[in-house]
């Protein structure tokens, strides 16, 4: 008995200290922003992508990411290799030529030309009214991750400019530790 509340107490503390982003499909996020408006930050990634997995297990996992995300944003995976139907800004994008007998690449989805998807991983910052704001490619660690998060979450996405950008990255102080 004594083993079993022990057990439960340490699985338990393990949930708690855990931190996870709530992911939800893009469908999901566009409905929910009519309801409470935020800018979506989606994660377009392979199955078969070693960045992509860094990023999720590195990144993603990490507390300050997860919580800022969670509270900030839309958060969306989308497997831009995958073979999901996606319905957005009223058309249906798919992957026609997808192959599941393919262990490693696939046919790229056709969302991933609408985001300018080239490289992967890419995280994908959507506004408001789902409308594209900027792919941003590469394994990004906590603290690099957090300039994008708190730009796109602090500016009017129809204003920024080059130096703008500039003054804002050149003297940012990343928070997130790493």
């Known amino acids: 008995m ?3 509340l022990i057990l439960t107490l340490l699985l338990s503390s393990l949930s708690i200290t855990a931190q996870e982003i709530n992911w939800i499909t893009l469908e999901e996020a566009v409905e929910a922003q009519k309801a409470v408006p935020k800018k979506i930050f989606m994660d377009a990634y392979t199955v078969w992508c070693g ?3 860094m990023l999720d297990k590195n990144t993603f996992h990490n507390k300050d990411v997860a919580d800022y995300v969670n509270k900030n944003y839309y958060a ?8 999901k139907t996606i319905n957005y ?23 991933s030309s609408v985001f ?3 490289a992967y991983p890419t995280l994908i910052f959507l506004d408001e009214q789902a409308n594209l704001i ?4 590469g394994y990004k660690t906590p603290s690099q ?24 990255s050149s003297s940012f102080k990343p928070e997130f530790k790493n």
């Open 2 to 4: 004594k083993k079993i």
């Open 51 to 53: 960045p992509c997995k």
């Open 76 to 83: 969306v995976k989308f497997n831009a290799e995958g073979n």
């Open 89 to 111: 800004k009223g058309k249906t994008y798919t992957n026609p030529n997808f192959d599941p007998n393919k262990s490693g690449r696939n046919s790229s989805h056709q969302l």
């Open 116 to 118: 300018g998807i080239r």
């Open 134 to 137: 900027a792919p941003i490619p």
């Open 145 to 168: 991750l957090e300039l994008y998060l708190k730009f796109f979450k602090a500016n009017n996405t129809e204003s920024i400019t080059k130096e703008i950008w500039e003054s804002y």
